[in-house]
Structure formats: C-alpha cells, structure tokens
C-alpha cells in the first residue's frame, strides 16, 4: 500500500468518525422522542416507541405548539424573502454601478459592524422602539427585525457573487437597449442563482434558529415562534424530555427537507468565485 493510499485511508476515518460525532445527538434525540417518561427516565436502549409525545404536543387540546410553528414558518419566510430581495438589489447596485466618493466602501463597512454587534446588545432598544411603535408582541416586529438583521449577511455574499460576473455582458445589455433594471433582472440575476439558493437557505436559518430576541419581543403564544415554545417545556422542578425531543425533531425536519433539496445549489453557491481563471 503506497503512502498515497493511506493518507486518503485516514481522510475516509478521519471524516467517518466526524460524521458520527455529528449525529449521535441528532439520533439521541429522535429516539427520545419516541420513548415514554419511564424509558426516558431508566435510559433504555430497547424501547417500544410511542407516539404520545407528538400527540401531546401538536394534537391535545389547547396546545399552543400548532401556532409557534405557524408563527416560525410565517416569520422566518417573509423575513426571508424580504432579506433577499433589498439584499440582493442592494448587493448589485453596490457591485455593478457606480458609487461616488466611496460610498459602497462606508456602505459595506457599516453593513458589516451591525452585523457584528451581538442581538444582546440590540434587544432592549428594539424592545422601547417597538413598544413606542405598539409593535412588541407582534409577528410583524419580528419580521422586522430578522429581515434587518439579515440584510447586511445577504448584501455581503450576493455582491461576492455580482462580482464575478463579466461587465461585457452588461455593457452588451445595455447596447441592445435595455435599462440598468433589466440588466440587473434579465442578465445578473439569472446568473447568480445558486449563489442566491446559498443565501436563501442561511438567512431561512438565521431567522428559523432565532431565540433570545423572540424570548425578549414576545409575550403571548400569538407571536411567540418554536425555539421559545421549546424552552417553555424545561421547568424550574420539572423538564418534558418526551415532548421537547419530539418539538426539537418537527423543529429540525423543515430545514433538513430545504437542505437536502437545495443542495447541489447549495455547493455550487458556496464554490461560486473560489477560483478565477
């Protein structure tokens, strides 16, 4: 066995054995959610699985656990779909047309240190200024304020990807009489696609993940998303392992879906401009 070999030997163990670290807990958690208190509490490996703690979660009566991931799915599309269509504008106006003075370098330094500042530090002005607008304790401030803090993310990678498109195809564009918003419709866009498949799916988790600004802008199961509702089941005295690991599993099936559709689109996004001939 030459040395070439077993370097790519020890690359296959070494990413195998990463692999299962990975999801080991993803499986805890699944087969927890399928096990009563009593095989949860002993920690049985042999188990006859239930369903009682989806029942119990998105099926008893008067269960919030329906409406937080109403609220979840609502918020984080709109604010997606809101992130990626100023993001995107923004990144090609920065990208292909020309600024004055330098503005797009003060624009994108700014971009960068909002989004740098941690939600910690951020939430309690949002909490006044939405207050002063009746705006706390709505699905609508949420949006808001995801979409704002995902702006700055979207506009970052998008102009990555405007930039290493050909300023021939524009210039031809515009030759043929089109305007600078047709260039950007007919001509960019359509070549930046897997790019914007990548932002898609970070900013859809950026705002399905979200926590500590819902924990603090939401008081009543109305505007409440999932990740708060989860961390209404652990308790002072008490913690629902069941019916959290099942909330965790329905919580985390969404994205897995989205990821496992998008994800040649999703590579092809993320090694869009890695070499340039």
Known sequence: MNKNKKVLIMRYIVLALAIVITIIPFIFIILTSFKDFISIMSNKVLFSPILDNYKNLFFSRGSDYPQFLQNSVIVSVVSTILSMVIGTMGAYALSWLRVPYKLDVIILTWLLVVRVIHPMALAIPFFFILNNFGLYNTKLALILIYTAMN????IW?????????PRSLGEAAEIDGCSKFQIFRMVALPLVGPGMAASVIFCFLLAWNEFLLALILTSTPDA?????GISRLAQQFNVNWG???AAATAFSIPVFVIALVAQKYLVKGMTMGAVKG
Not at 157 to 165: G, I, P, Q, T, V
Request: proline share 10%; no cysteine; aromatic share 20%.
């Open 243 to 245: 019916e959290m690991s």
């Open 151 to 154: 702006m700055p993310f979207t």
């Open 157 to 165: 990678m998008m102009k990555a990807f405007f930039d290493e498109l």
């Open 224 to 228: 409440m998303t999932f990740p708060v």
